[in-house]
């Protein structure tokens, strides 16, 4: 059986971001939800900021080249069930991540303020 | 015997009482010798007293020891542990019946004594008992002619044979001594070793027994030889020897003719002080005695009218008793015995001379462990083990890594290498003195050195000393060398002890004449030569030389230019060596003038043809300042100092100029004097909130002053270890001369104070700026939704960022609601939050939540998760992907 990864036009790059930790979220609704701030410094280096922390990171390259795919069904052909049944779009190719292994760094608002 | 002589000294006027009766009866037999008797009884008194002084008084128990010993020998095989006191036992136990004749004899023993010491020389084999009176009626008979001979003969002999008496014994004595073993019983004695003095005293005796020690007409014939052979020398002088003599010995003179001592030292005594003084300080660490202590002691007494008092204590030990400076520099030009010096210095002080020198590799490392191994270590297995004393010579071409090791070490800096075990650091201070030689001290790889060394500068041999030195070597050596030709040398030679007497060796005297040439060690005429010449008055032989000679000497030493540094050095030197009449100086000064203009006008018209008037002025300068005396000089080191010191004044200038916009002029003029008053308000060191109102506005007027001129106070470490707060751009030492007190200076606390008004100012104002800058952009983007996922919202943020700060933009956005609440006054001491306002503290408190809820609001947190992230694999099946 094969199963057709097709390509879909001109497809994007992406990258991934990668914590070491967990994303929690208060609302159980999580689309579209806003996480933080992804920057870079002069020299390159990755600085995400997720509600009071920031994290530095780092970029690297992906030793395989990921790629992201979405699964289509074909309703078309109900009866030839072994043929194009499923097939595969790419969406994407992930050549390089983003990793922050570090420990975040708290951002602390109410500093006492000299005055 | 002991009872009847209780009192050793009654014993002897006992003793001699006796022989003066001898003698007496003597004197009946010789009436030639009349005269010479009273002498000997003279002499005889002598050596009483001598005797007395000398608390010989146990001589007599001695010998009597040394019989009964001899006598007791079977009994007592081990004769040297017998002792006088238990004679008497040994006699009552051993020889109860056999008793020696001196027991009864005790009057005579005096004359047995002499008979024992002619035993110990020829050995008796029999003693006479006293059972036996005829053969002791011989004895004594015997005894008594023999003493008649002695005291006939001559009466050295007797005194020879006291001598002897006092010199042997069989006892471990109290004086020199030099132990035998007497290989006829193995018997141990005891003979004194004789100093000097006695010696001629024995000679003294001797020629007062005949007159004349030797007879007379041998004394004449000596006396004819010694004569003839005067003579012989005179004419050998004048004939032909030198050729001969000097093939003769390989050994250079030089070597030869090396001061042996400190007394031999041809270089200057004060120089030879100096040093010897330094490295004396070094006896406290180095043999643990003290020796300023001493020195004190003798300056008090011993040389209170010499020239050596009014020279100052010129340096002291430190708190752990080394010196303050712990390294010695000798400098000085070639040839002059600074090395000898050295070396002598140290012997004479007690070290043990290690010298590195040129020769040896002088690499860092190389040079570590030279050092270590010479200050630290000591020779154990040597015949005198001696600390060392380190002569580092011609240390000038030494690389300046080195040196920088070097004076680490000697401050105690170095840490060893491989350990850095902080307890051990103590042993690596350097224990032992450092001499260090060279001849132009100002190298610049010497310069760290020179600030931290004694520096000791070895003038030039007086050119007669040294002159006298070489007649005295050319004497010995049988040379025939007049002394003018001699001076002549050391004139070219320049004072260079090493090479006339090398010159001295290889010309063999024969033609010291006007075209010498040598071949000088390191010799280059320096700048301080040149000084020199100019500001010295040149004598010859002749008394000074004339005015055309001393111009024309000027004009040469000046013709190979550097005018304008040696212009700079007589100027530097001229106070300290120029006469009291003011026109001389004031004339001198224009010639400076004129050396000036001359100077400016070739600097900036570049007209080098009116160069050659500049030598013109130098012979005015010699003219007006030349001294026949010797001139100490020093390097004019003062313009350097001051371009370095204008430069720095500029610096601190532009800094303030940067900061405040004023006039560089205005700022020194105007504004700089004044700056020490304004800046220091009288304020009480108390807590900021105790301040009056007064008070509080001269803190504020100050830090606004303060901050308007961008000056700050830096927190510094004194000398002492305390804190100090300096102004930054330190405008006072433009503002003030640098000899002149401020007037009034803050205390430490009133600046702790004002340094913390004035951060806290600098921050309001940074605040202001910002605040300022992000209204305006508010002003811009009136209406932005905070809606961040947004392009535009971003976009903002961004903007921002650039605007700004670089910071991250979530940041920006919490600052920018802080700021709303930043007109809040402040009083802060302690560094914590303190608001005045009960409101105000609820608004910030309102203030810090709301900002932390627009952090937290997006309700996304990141939890981190320590370790590592295990890669998880989960299986997936093939209908889901179907």
Redesign the interface.
């Known amino acids: 059986m094969i199963v057709p990864i097709k390509k879909d036009g001109e497809f994007e790059e992406w990258a991934i971001i990668e914590l070491q930790g967990d994303l929690k979220f208060n609302s159980t609704n999580i689309t579209n939800v806003y996480i933080g701030d992804l920057h870079f410094t002069k020299s390159g280096t990755p600085i995400l900021i997720i509600g009071i922390h920031v994290l530095h990171g780092k970029e690297m390259v992906l030793p395989k080249p990921f790629a992201v795919l979405v699964k289509k069904k074909n309703e078309v052909n109900t009866t030839n069930i072994f043929e194009r049944q499923t097939e595969y779009i790419i969406k994407a190719l992930i050549k390089r991540k983003i990793i922050f292994r570090s420990r975040p760094k708290p951002i602390v608002t109410n500093v006492p303020k000299f005055n | 015997m002991e009872s009847e002589f209780p009192d050793p000294n009654e014993e002897f006027d006992l003793v001699h009482e006796e022989e003066y009766e001898i003698l007496k009866e003597i004197e009946e037999f010789e009436k030639k010798k009349g005269t010479e008797s009273g002498k000997i009884e003279n002499l005889q008194e002598e050596q009483k007293r001598n005797k007395l002084n000398n608390s010989r008084p146990n001589v007599h128990e001695e010998l009597n020891a040394l019989t009964s010993s001899k006598y007791n020998k079977s009994c007592i095989p081990s004769t040297s542990k017998v002792i006088p006191s238990t004679n008497n036992d040994n006699f009552d136990t051993d020889v109860t019946k056999k008793r020696h004749y001196d027991e009864f004899f005790g009057d005579i023993s005096d004359m047995l004594d002499t008979n024992d010491l002619a035993d110990i020389q020829e050995p008796k084999d029999k003693k006479p008992r006293w059972d036996e009176p005829q053969e002791i009626i011989k004895a004594v008979l015997d005894a008594r002619e023999k003493f008649n001979e002695y005291s006939r003969g001559v009466s050295v002999n007797s005194k020879y044979i006291k001598d002897k008496r006092e010199s042997i014994s069989l006892r471990v004595p109290h004086w020199n001594f030099i132990a035998l073993t007497r290989p006829r019983d193995a018997q141990r004695i005891y003979l004194r070793v004789k100093n000097d003095e006695q010696s001629k005293i024995k000679t003294n005796t001797h020629s007062i027994s005949n007159l004349l020690s030797v007879p007379y007409s041998q004394l004449k014939t000596e006396a004819e030889e010694i004569i003839v052979q005067n003579v012989k020398h005179a004419s050998c002088e004048t004939s032909h020897l030198p050729v001969t003599k000097t093939l003769e010995d390989d050994e250079l003179w030089v070597d030869k003719y090396r001061p042996r001592s400190y007394i031999e030292l041809l270089s200057d005594e004060s120089v030879n002080r100096q040093l010897l003084h330094w490295i004396k300080l070094w006896d406290k660490t180095v043999f643990n005695r003290n020796y300023i202590d001493n020195k004190k002691k003798k300056l008090n007494f011993k040389f209170r009218n010499r020239k050596f008092a009014d020279e100052k204590p010129f340096q002291e030990l430190d708190s752990k008793g080394f010196p303050i400076q712990r390294i010695a520099l000798l400098s000085g030009p070639p040839g002059l015995g600074k090395t000898t010096l050295a070396h002598l210095v140290a012997k004479h002080a007690g070290y043990n001379v290690v010298e590195i020198n040129a020769s040896d590799e002088r690499s860092p490392d190389a040079f570590r462990q030279v050092l270590l191994a010479s200050t630290q270590m000591k020779a154990v297995i040597g015949n005198d083990p001696r600390p060392n004393c380190l002569v580092l010579d011609e240390i000038d071409g030494a690389p300046t890594a080195s040196i920088d090791l070097l004076l680490k070490f000697v401050q105690g800096k170095l840490i060893p290498k491989g350990k850095k075990d902080k307890t051990k650091t103590d042993k690596h201070v350097c224990h032992r003195p450092v001499i260090c030689i060279c001849n132009e001290p100002y190298t610049p790889s010497l310069r760290a050195l020179r600030a931290t060394a004694f520096i000791i500068s070895v003038p030039e041999v007086s050119a007669t000393k040294l002159a006298d030195r070489l007649m005295e070597i050319s004497r010995k050596e049988k040379l025939k060398v007049n002394s003018d030709a001699l001076l002549r040398l050391v004139e070219i030679s320049g004072c260079d002890i090493r090479s006339c007497i090398g010159a001295l060796q290889y010309m063999g005297g024969v033609n010291l004449g006007d075209n010498l040439s040598f071949a000088l060690k390191d010799s280059r005429k320096g700048l301080f030569d040149s000084w020199k010449q100019i500001l010295k008055i040149p004598v010859n032989r002749n008394g000074i030389l004339p005015l055309s000679e001393r111009v024309q000497l000027v004009l040469r030493t000046v013709q190979n230019g550097e005018s304008e540094k040696l212009a700079q050095g007589i100027f530097h030197n001229y106070p300290e060596i120029c006469s009291d009449k003011m026109n001389y100086i004031a004339l001198c000064l224009k010639w400076f003038q004129f050396f000036d203009e001359i100077l400016f006008l070739v600097g900036s018209l570049q007209t080098w043809s009116i160069m050659p008037y500049l030598n013109y002025a130098f012979v005015f300068w010699h003219l007006y300042f030349a001294k026949a005396r010797n001139i100490k000089l020093s390097y004019p080191s003062i313009v350097y100092e001051m371009n370095q010191k204008h430069a720095k004044n500029i610096g601190i200038l532009t800094t303030v100029q940067r900061n405040s916009g004023h006039n560089k002029i205005i700022l020194t003029v105007d504004i700089a004097p004044f700056l020490p008053d304004l800046l220091s308000p009288q304020l009480r060191t108390v807590s900021g909130h105790l301040h009056s109102d007064k008070e509080k506005n001269d803190i504020n007027r100050l830090v606004n002053v303060l901050i308007d001129f961008g000056l700050t106070f830096i927190q510094e470490k004194n000398f002492d270890e305390r804190y100090d707060y300096k102004l930054d751009p330190n405008i006072f030492e433009i503002g003030t001369f640098p000899d002149c007190k401020y007037r009034r200076t803050l205390i430490y606390a009133v600046k702790q104070i004002i340094v913390q008004e004035l951060?806290?100012e600098r921050?309001?104002r940074v605040e202001n700026a910002i605040k300022s800058m992000t209204k305006s952009a508010q002003n811009k983007k009136s209406i932005t939704n905070h809606n961040?996922?947004t392009n535009s919202a971003?976009s903002d943020s961004a903007k921002i960022c650039n605007n700004a700060t670089s910071k991250?933009?979530?940041?920006e956005q919490?600052k920018k609601l802080?700021m709303e609440t930043k007109d809040?006054?402040?009083?802060?001491f302690f560094?914590?939050?303190i608001t005045v306002n009960q409101g105000e503290q609820k608004k910030?408190d309102k203030?810090?939540i709301k900002?932390?809820n627009f952090?937290?609001k997006?309700?996304?947190?990141?939890?981190?998760?320590?370790g590592f992230?295990n890669a998880v694999r989960r299986n997936v099946k093939m209908i889901d992907?179907?």
């Open positions: 951060e806290a921050l309001r961040v996922t971003t991250p933009n979530a940041l919490s802080q809040i006054k402040y009083k802060d560094g914590r939050t910030l203030e810090s900002s932390r952090l937290t997006n309700s996304v947190w990141y939890k981190y998760k320590e992230s992907l179907l």
